[in-house]
């Protein structure tokens, strides 16, 4: 559409001129500037623009230029195409073109779909003009990229005129004009080529169908549904076709309405469907067509069309519909073909009682594939099905009504059954009339008559209506029956052509009556004695007869029949009627007793009988004893009758009693049944206590029979209680156990009551926790303690009186000891008794017995003791005591109640204490300046507790002085004194110590010299403990070590060769070690050295040194005792590596010593200081002492620094270090306790001399018990037993100065050297 030029929209006159257009210069000259861009914009609150209906507003120039206001507005260049709906009353300002001689290629109009390229032509005749392309007014630029649109460019070549305007991608914003503009050149005017529209054609994108497309649709067939189709945004509106099946609808309705933007259009469109049969499962299309598409686009539905089904068919399987035999199996199949859904179906049958039909079956089956349903009726015809019509039913959900296919069914069936009426039993010579009626049957059947093989005429036949349609047929006979008819069958035949393979019949056994002609008895021979109890046989014969004779045996007139209860003994069998021929008999068994004596049998068939009679010989029947007196007491008369009621022949009676014949005198009889003999006499008795319950017997005993028959009568006599002689007046129990006092006692009637009375208390009769009353008066007792222990009483009662008895309970218990002097003390050499005395029953005299505790078997002996008992006392006596009887022994009791008493008692022997002398004679080395302590130790053994007092060089100690500390222990019988000198001088305290031990039976002392340190002293005892060949094992004693730590070294050198060979012995403080490498049969001489810090010991000890010569590889050799794990394996090869290994040690040694050897010397201050162990020799001393005293103190005093705690946690054993291996708890005076108890400090502490004492440790022997006495509290300064500080025990007394490592002599600080005295 071209547009004019705009006028005045704000209301002023036509006649107004026209603003001409904003100007800017240009590269083209001064001429009205086309506006860049115009764009409409709704604003709220502006009017309308006329014609249109919507308030605008105009953007002019840049996007942010407004042009607005209440006066008039101009408009510059606007496109045609926003010039359109509503705006037709807009025009545009006319640039006239240019003429087309200035082009030789000018643009057209061009068409392009949405997403394609475009390309507008413009050539230019006069090269190098500037050329710029117009897009609705708005100039791109000269710039051949044109930078503001990406999408555009110019293309071709600019010095040929090509400026063709080539267009990307293009889409709904580049729908517009355009035009080519030449500016003004040297060599031209400037051009406007003639305006082109460029149309952009969108394609609609989407298609949305209602019902949603890709659905199912269910619709029934003949009803008409709408459906709708809309399309998406599209330029032009595109066209909608609906296809039903492939069919196009021609009922459409459409409408075509804007887009969601300008220049775009929907198109909606409605169709009206009616959907038929054909189309169920067919698709319902959608198709939209645009010029921008090149396919229609297509959405659609899928119909699911309802329609009903077909009418049904039944196939019958026959040739004629609807004939079928009762009792057939009949399959009808029923189908029904369409449908959608397919057809339900369901038989039913008709009938006179379900007028409106029987559901038969509700079950069937569908085939999709085929569209077809299937209904199978399986049913069992009977004749009540005559008549019936079957139907098959076809329906669905939309069918308008029921489907229906029947057949009537017409039932053949035979007669069920036949019936013949009237007796076929009848007396010979006489008429028998029948009736045979047969039940209904469809066809009516013919009845005949048959005898056997001969057939009966009937006398009248008659057919009536039956049920289902059938017929009842009847037939009357009437014949004379005789004797030889009896037991033919008679039958009624029913026959007819439609059951030609079936025969229907009822028969009939003739049964014509007639009596029997003979009867007799076959028995034993009249008058035959018989003896009861003989099995006797009777038999009864008949012959001939219909019916068979019954026959009936009668005894005496009376019907003989069999025992009615099964418990009753079967004295009389009958037998059944038996049938040989035609005779018959029944036998009748019995075992004859008194009745049958002259009794009479008779056997009786109608109207004839026949009899015989028994004679039976039987012992009484019943001998009974008669009393004139039911209650008897001692010293009643009672009088006895003995009667005999019956026997044959007759009996002679007697009387006993307990088996002693009693004098009878005869008393008159009575009558005796069953036609035998009776016979009676009595006897006169006196009763006493001793009767009850004796029997007194009465026997009838019949001389021809050999029999005898007896009878007694219990007497009963009343008599208070009386105890037997066999009651027990005694009764022995076990405590804890159980306990019976039985009751023997004889009384009538029984005792009412039983009263038991214990120390005055009445036993409840009910029983309690620990006892209970039994039936017979027994008294059972459970849990029976010895204070059950005495006299029961028991009081019997009954009607006729009472009596009493006293039952004693005696109870054993285990002995349990009352008293055992613990401890027994006795003086050395003197005598004294342990006694032990218990509570126990039964006392017996040697339930005392003895036991020493230890652990070797001479320990156990009491060889040299005496053992003695009385009573509850048992004595062990000890004759001149000594200190190996000391110990533990046990008093053991037992009197045959387990368990037997133990008891367990320590004997102390009591003597002079002893003091431990070691030898060589005792020194501690300490330094002498004033800085170190020493601690001197002295042990003594004694009981009682011993006391200690110390001297020094003959002058008893002063212990207030303050460098003195004292501290006692005792742990049994040992004894030990810790004196502690502080700040040692060499002037002062470098002397001779004596430790004086006293106790109440004497005193003993030692001497402990205090000395400096110096160099080792030699060691001793060096002896061979094992020889091989190639190797020699030492064992030595060492000597004292100066005060400081001291190792050994072996010098040896074999006979007859020159120089000496030396070996370090590790670990450095062994006392034991092997030599090796040496050669066999070859003499040696070695040399023990000991060496410190200060020097070695030198050679001038005989004990140290020894000569020897190893055995030949040829004689035997013994091996060590035990060996060390730093000892080297024997064997040549290896000798080579031995002074190498030595070598690579020391020098490993050395290194380390410079590193390691101040941390050293400092940790071992303080533990020396803090007295964490002594290092203590002794001999081998080897006696033990078990002297255990129970006495105990604590003694000292915060100023005088002096303790004594007593201990005997167990039983001491003494052993001598060499020999002693297992580690166990050190004693206290061999554990550290806290450095503020000697109230120095650590920095004024020297190593404290050494003990040499033998080494003694604890354990605890088998059996041994708990803590005997208690640990005396100590104060906050006293010693403390450690946790966690045990050492083991073979170097607890090593640990002094013997962990530091070998320093040269100079290398001492100079307060070790100590002074030379």
């Not at 050539?123 to 999408?151: H, N």
């Not at 339900?344 to 077809?372: D, I, R, Y």
């Not at 009753?568 to 029944?586: D, I």
Request: charged share 20%; aromatic share 6%.
């Amino acid at each position: 559409m071209r547009a004019s030029c705009l006028r005045r929209v704000s209301g002023r006159p036509q006649s107004d001129p026209i603003r001409p257009a904003p100007t800017r210069p240009t590269p083209w000259g001064t001429r009205p500037l086309p506006i860049e861009k115009l764009l409409w914009l709704r604003r709220p609150g502006m009017k309308a623009l006329p014609g249109t209906g919507a308030p605008a507003q105009l953007v002019y120039g840049s996007r942010n230029t407004w042009i607005e206001g209440g006066g008039p507005a101009w408009i510059g260049h606007l496109h045609p195409a926003r010039v359109g709906r509503g705006q037709r009353g807009l025009a545009q300002l006319e640039i006239p073109a240019s003429p087309s001689r200035g082009f030789w290629a000018l643009p057209e109009n061009m068409t392009v779909v949405e997403g394609t390229a475009a390309e507008l032509q413009c050539g230019v005749s006069a090269p190098g003009s500037a050329v710029q392309w117009a897009k609705d007014g708005l100039l791109l630029g000269p710039d051949p990229r044109i930078p503001s649109f990406p999408r555009y460019h110019l293309e071709g070549d600019p010095t040929k005129g090509e400026f063709h305007l080539h267009i990307e991608a293009c889409d709904l914003s580049d729908d517009a004009e355009y035009e080519c503009q030449v500016g003004r050149s040297e060599t031209g005017p400037e051009l406007v080529s003639p305006r082109v529209i460029l149309s952009v054609l969108v394609p609609p994108k989407v298609l949305q169908l209602t019902p949603e497309a890709g659905s199912t649709v269910t619709w029934v067939a003949g009803q008409e549904y709408d459906i709708s189709c809309v399309s998406g945004d599209a330029k032009p509106a595109p066209d909608i076709t609906f296809l039903q099946s492939g069919r196009i609808i021609s009922d459409i309705s459409a409408n075509v309405n804007e887009g969601s933007q300008e220049k775009l259009f929907i198109t909606e469109a409605t169709a009206r469907v009616t959907p038929q049969s054909s189309d169920n499962g067919q698709l319902l299309v959608c198709e939209g067509s645009s010029p921008a598409l090149d396919t229609p686009i297509k959405v659609s539905i899928t119909m699911n069309v309802l329609f009903p089904p077909g009418a049904p068919v039944i196939e019958w399987p026959g040739l004629e519909e609807g004939h079928v035999r009762a009792g057939q199996n009949l399959e009808l199949p029923c189908m029904a073909r369409g449908g959608n859904p397919l057809a339900t179906l369901q038989w039913l049958k008709a009938s006179p009682c379900f007028q409106n039909g029987q559901p038969m079956s509700t079950a069937w089956g569908t085939e999709h594939a085929q569209a077809v349903a299937r209904s199978m009726l399986v049913m069992v015809v009977r004749p009540e099905d005559h008549g019936a019509r079957l139907s098959c039913e076809a329906h669905n959900s939309v069918s308008e009504g029921v489907q229906e296919r029947g057949v009537t069914l017409q039932v053949t069936f035979p007669p069920s059954a036949i019936t013949i009426l009237g007796s076929a039993s009848q007396s010979e010579n006489k008429n028998v009339t029948l009736s045979c009626i047969t039940k209904s049957s469809r066809p009516r059947v013919l009845l005949r008559w048959w005898l056997g093989w001969r057939q009966l005429l009937p006398t009248e036949e008659t057919v009536i209506d039956g049920l289902h349609g059938g017929h009842i047929s009847m037939s009357n006979l009437t014949f004379l029956v005789r004797r030889e008819d009896n037991g033919l069958t008679l039958t009624c035949e029913a026959f007819s052509e439609a059951f030609t393979k079936e025969t229907f019949k009822k028969s009939l056994t003739l049964n014509v009556k007639y009596p029997a002609q003979k009867l007799w008895i076959e028995g034993p021979p009249a008058g035959q004695r018989l003896r009861a109890g003989t099995r006797v046989r009777l038999v009864c014969l008949a012959i001939g007869g219909n019916p068979d004779p019954s026959l009936t045996w009668y005894k005496d007139s009376r019907t003989v029949t069999e025992p009615r209860q099964p418990q009753e003994p079967r004295r009389v069998q009958l037998g059944s009627l038996e049938k040989s021929g035609s005779t018959f008999s029944r036998e009748l068994v019995l075992v004859t007793g008194p009745s049958d004596n002259q009794a009479k049998f008779t056997c009786k068939a109608g109207q004839l009988s026949a009899s015989t009679q028994l004679v039976v010989q039987f012992p009484p029947t019943n001998v009974t004893i008669l009393a004139n007196a039911s209650a008897l007491r001692p010293g009643d008369a009672v009088n006895l009758t003995c009667v005999s009621v019956s026997s044959n022949p007759p009996v002679n009676l007697s009387w006993d009693k307990e088996g002693e014949r009693l004098e009878d005198v005869a008393a008159q009889p009575r009558s005796a049944p069953f036609k035998g003999s009776a016979a009676a006499r009595s006897v006169l008795l006196r009763m006493s206590s001793r009767d009850h319950g004796h029997r007194v017997t009465c026997r009838a005993h019949s001389t021809e029979l050999q029999e005898t028959v007896s009878a007694f009568y219990r007497l009963n006599v009343l008599y208070p209680p009386e105890f037997l002689g066999e009651q027990v007046l005694v009764v022995t129990a076990v405590e804890q156990g159980e306990a019976l006092l039985p009751v023997l006692v004889s009384a009538n009637p029984a005792p009412e009551a039983f009263n038991w009375t214990f120390r005055g208390y009445r036993l409840s009769p009910a029983g309690g926790p620990r006892h209970r009353i039994l039936s017979g008066g027994a008294l059972k007792l459970w849990n029976v303690t010895r204070a059950d222990d005495g006299l029961y009483q028991l009081h019997c009662q009954n009607s006729e009186g009472t009596a009493e008895a006293l039952v004693r309970l005696d109870v054993h218990y285990a002995p349990i000891i009352r008293a055992l002097q613990d401890p027994t003390e006795v003086n050395i050499g003197g005598s004294v008794d342990i006694v032990c005395t218990v509570d126990a029953n039964p006392i017996l005299p040697e339930m005392f017995s003895w036991e020493r505790l230890g652990e070797e078997e001479e320990d156990q002996s009491l060889d040299d003791m005496e053992t003695m008992s009385k009573g509850s006392t048992g004595r062990l006596r000890i004759h001149d005591a000594q200190l190996a009887q000391a110990g533990a022994y046990q008093c053991i009791v037992d009197n045959g109640v387990a368990p037997p008493a133990r008891g367990l008692v320590r004997l102390v022997v009591r003597f002079a204490p002893k003091v431990e002398h070691p030898t060589p004679l005792s020194k501690v080395a300490a330094a002498g300046d004033s800085t170190s302590s020493a601690t001197l130790h002295c042990r003594a053994r004694g009981v009682p507790n011993i006391i200690f007092t110390w001297s020094k060089n003959g002058v008893p100690l002063d212990l207030q002085d303050p460098r003195y500390t004292e501290h006692t222990y005792h742990q049994g019988g040992v004894h030990s004194s810790l004196l502690t000198i502080a700040n040692v001088s060499a002037a002062h305290d470098y002397a001779l110590f004596t430790c004086t031990a006293t106790n109440a039976l004497g005193s003993d002392h030692t001497n402990i010299q205090l000395v400096s340190i110096s160099r080792p002293d030699p060691p001793s005892g060096l002896k061979v403990m094992s020889m091989t060949p190639h190797s020699v094992g030492l064992e030595w004693k060492p000597g004292f070590d100066g005060g400081l730590p001291q190792k050994f070294q072996i010098r040896y050198e074999a006979l007859g060769t020159s120089g000496f060979h030396y070996m370090d012995v590790l670990p450095s403080q062994a006392t034991t070690f092997t030599l090796t490498g040496l050669q066999p049969s070859t003499r040696y001489r070695i040399w023990l050295l000991a060496s410190n810090a200060l020097g070695d010991s030198g050679l001038a000890d005989k004990g140290s040194q020894i000569s020897f010569t190893t055995p030949g590889l040829d004689q035997p050799t013994g091996e060590p005792d035990s060996q060390l794990p730093t000892e080297q394996p024997e064997g040549s090869s290896e000798l080579p590596l031995l002074p190498t290994l030595f070598a690579v040690g020391g020098l490993l040694l050395l290194s380390n010593a410079a590193c390691v050897g101040a941390f050293l010397w400092q940790r071992r201050l303080r533990r020396l200081a803090e007295g964490i162990s002594e290092k203590t020799e002794a001999g081998s001393e080897e006696d033990q002492i078990r002297n255990e005293y129970e006495e105990s103190h604590w003694s000292g005093d915060r100023d005088t620094r002096s303790s004594t705690v007593s201990t005997t946690d167990v039983e001491p054993y003494y052993h001598s270090m060499k020999d002693f291996s297992p580690q166990l708890p050190p004693m206290l005076e061999e554990v550290s306790y806290p450095r503020g108890f000697t109230g120095l400090e650590e920095e004024d502490m020297a190593f404290p001399g050494h003990l040499y004492d033998e080494v003694e440790r604890l354990y605890s022997p088998s059996g041994a018990w708990g803590p005997l006495y208690d640990e005396v509290p100590m104060g906050p300064r006293d010693l403390h037993w450690p946790e966690d500080e045990y050492e083991d025990s073979r170097g607890i007394y090593d640990q002094v100065a013997g962990d530091l490592d070998p320093m040269e002599t100079d290398s001492l600080p100079f307060e070790l050297r100590g002074h030379l005295v």
